[in-house]
């Protein structure tokens, strides 16, 4: 098992920047992956970007260029740097750790609590 933690979480004006943690403890040795998701009020969950072990990282069009993903050497802890934030990125951020095989299927699929966002004009 693996147990996600966010933090950082909170009101900005647009423009602004703001940094979100995610903090793993457990199995991390069994995942290959730690990802973002947001979802805003009202509209499905959506991914916004990832970090692989092996496969380097991706983004979100939406955030490509203002977000940024990066993590400690041990895996502990998962960033997202966000800056030049919209209001349309007011959303409950979520992390996700998982394992992916060679095929691409998940075979471990781990989620925090979440933390709010919210993004003012």
């Known amino acids: 098992q693996v147990q996600l933690v966010e933090s950082g979480g909170g009101s900005v004006q647009a423009g602004g920047s703001l940094r979100l943690s995610c903090a793993a403890s457990g199995s991390i040795f069994s995942i290959n992956a730690m990802a973002w998701y947001r979802q805003a009020p009202g509209k499905q969950r959506e991914f916004v970007s990832v970090?692989?072990?092996?496969?380097?990282?991706n983004y979100a069009d939406s955030v490509k260029g203002r977000f940024t993903i990066s993590r400690d050497t041990t895996w502990n802890t998962v960033y997202l740097e966000m800056n030049r934030v919209k209001p349309e990125d007011t959303a409950v951020y979520y992390c996700n750790a998982r394992k992916v095989n060679t095929y691409g299927g998940i075979e471990l699929d781990y989620w925090g609590q979440g933390t709010q966002v919210t993004v003012s004009s």
């Open positions: 970090i692989r072990k092996t496969a380097g990282t």
